[in-house]
């Protein structure tokens, strides 16, 4: 059962599954693959963070949002119960991944309905303080991008430096769990 301390977990999981949903070029690839794709991306950086310690089960999870969202007709009961079996905050991540008109036929179903029923409150109020957040993030990193253009050269070289070594250490780095 979820408790309350649950909240932003998982409200990032839904954020998670729902910007993978969105964005399909996440959900395969190798990891070093999918760095080198966010790196040139557009997404803000915390939903590169977000993206970038993404799980292979994560990926299943937000596969599931897409077929759920794009589906013509209801959602395949098969795929409900086949996905009951999710840990509750996953399960639950997936349900708010969701748009709000795809979220009321999940509900058909005992397990989605017992566990979002017993959801922490205040998840959607969660949803949305991570987005400012991340737009308090955007205009911190415009800021900092300023003060970048406007650093001496040799600040830049140093900068740059200390970027590439991070890069190169993160290809070594086994993000994904």
Not at 31 to 44: C, F, N, T
Not at 72 to 85: E, F, G, K, Q, V
Not at 105 to 130: D, F, H, K, M, T
Request: aromatic share 6%.
């Amino acid at each position: 059962m979820t408790t309350a301390k649950n909240n932003y977990r998982i409200a990032f999981l839904a954020r998670r599954y729902a910007l993978l949903s969105a964005r399909p070029e996440y959900l395969t690839g190798t990891p070093s693959e999918r760095r080198a794709e966010l790196l040139a991306s557009d997404l803000s950086e915390l939903d590169r963070t977000i993206i970038l310690h993404t799980s292979e089960f994560d990926r299943v999870c937000a596969h599931a949002v897409t077929v759920i969202r794009t589906s013509r007709r209801l959602p395949p009961m098969a795929l409900l119960d086949a996905l009951s079996i999710l840990p509750a905050d996953n399960l639950i991540g997936v349900y708010y991944a969701l748009p709000a008109d795809n979220r009321e036929a999940c509900l058909r179903n005992q397990v989605w309905s017992y566990y979002v029923s017993r959801a922490p409150e205040g998840i959607e109020r969660s949803l949305s303080e991570i987005a400012q957040l991340d737009a308090g993030i955007q205009e911190d990193v415009v800021k900092l991008a300023k003060l970048t253009e406007a650093a001496p050269k040799a600040a830049k070289g140093m900068t740059r430096h200390h970027e590439r070594t991070a890069m190169a250490m993160a290809e070594r780095w086994p993000l994904d769990d």
